[in-house]
């Protein structure tokens, strides 16, 4: 199973597997990691799953779609590397991927 | 004090549905939402996009579903309290009290909180210092447009209420427009408006920016906004403007004293009350093992929790299960001949 890395925003990291499908937010919230809350359930509808993905993964993982950069417009101190974790789909080309939490989701 | 026989928090589908299942049962419900008009997320996350597992109703949006429901539960005359937040419940004996930010007081047998993730608030800005000028220099909506009548307006935001605020207080303001990218959200013609407004000066646009910190004591003299390059600009602001859209905050809810686990109230899935007698909870704000967050599963949990409601309210009377298609009763409670 790929391996995801969680990290806060004061530097503590947690990796876990996460089944191919799931997507980044789900991991977090089936393994009860702090930081991502998901109020919506994944709809592209509210910005609490809002992560900085570490920049070599960039180019990887695929591209927003435009409803997904509009609603980063409302996430908390969004960077070029933001998104919204309920859009990344754990695939095996995404082992090793870490994401960094910000220091609050509203 | 308002008395009735369940206050029903929150006017999401749930809580529309909730006026549905007491209806029938002639009991009588008021429904207290924070925003300004019934239907929840439905109406305020996404009132154009599609659901498509509402039962026998292949598609719909959240806004017509919305309105579906409106029209089912219009026989029931349900008052609505809207604008109003639920602060306080306090116990008297079998029954509760209820009271609002907006002062009003409810006295009912039974609560059903249908609360969703809790209730909309503005999204408020992430610097530190922004809280202590939140009323004064800086504001989230507009109430009354006189205020902001021949100053420096900072607006932040790339939606539509960011585009018209900028566009209508240009009239008689000087305004800043900040955005953290180049590209709006907002609507094109009201985008092309503010374009000709920027060449003669009325409106300033600056995208690809952030705002970095704020100036001033009591009221806000400056403040300093970041690029994407690191150049830090300062700009002369009277106002703040700050439109980033809602958020869904758990609020006073936590205090209640009910058993919760995370951001969900833990209930039975028997009839979905709660750790305290009279108190239910329904829809995505409750929690039971195998809950699904889904509409479908709240309409079936608020018509289980309205039989135990029927049964607080009505002690002395037997509770009757009937169905709508053959039941004289209900048929008038419906106003159907």
Known sequence: ?106 | MIKTDTIIIGAGPIGLFAVHQLGIKGLKAVVIDNLDRAGGQCIELYPDKPIYDIPAVPECTGEELTKKLLEQIKPFNADFFLNERVDEVKQDKKNWIVKTNNNNEFYAPNIIIAGGVGSFEPRKLAVKEAEKFEGKSIFYSVRDKQKFKNKNISIFGGGDSALDWALELSKFSKINLIHRRDKFRGAPHTLSEIKKLEKNGKISIKTSCQLESIDGDEIIKSINVKYEDGKIENIKTDFVLSFFGLIMKLGPIAEWGLNMNKKTIEVNSKNFETSKKGIFAVGDICNYPGKLKLILSGFHEVALASVECFKRARPDEKYRFEFTTSSKTIQDRLGKK
């Open chain 1, 1 to 106: 199973m790929p391996k995801i890395t969680y990290q806060d925003d004061k530097g503590n990291s947690k990796t876990i597997e996460v089944e191919n499908g799931l997507t980044v937010m789900e991991g977090a919230i089936q393994n009860d990691i702090p930081g991502i809350d998901a109020d919506c359930g994944g709809s592209m509808a509210c910005a609490t799953c809002h992560v900085y993905v570490e920049e070599k993964w960039l180019d990887k993982i695929q591209k927003a779609e435009e409803a997904e950069v509009d609603m980063i417009d409302m996430a908390y101190e969004p960077k070029k590397n933001s998104r919204l974790s309920c859009q990344l789909i754990v695939t095996d080309e995404l082992d090793g991927l870490k994401v960094t939490t910000p220091a609050q989701q509203s």
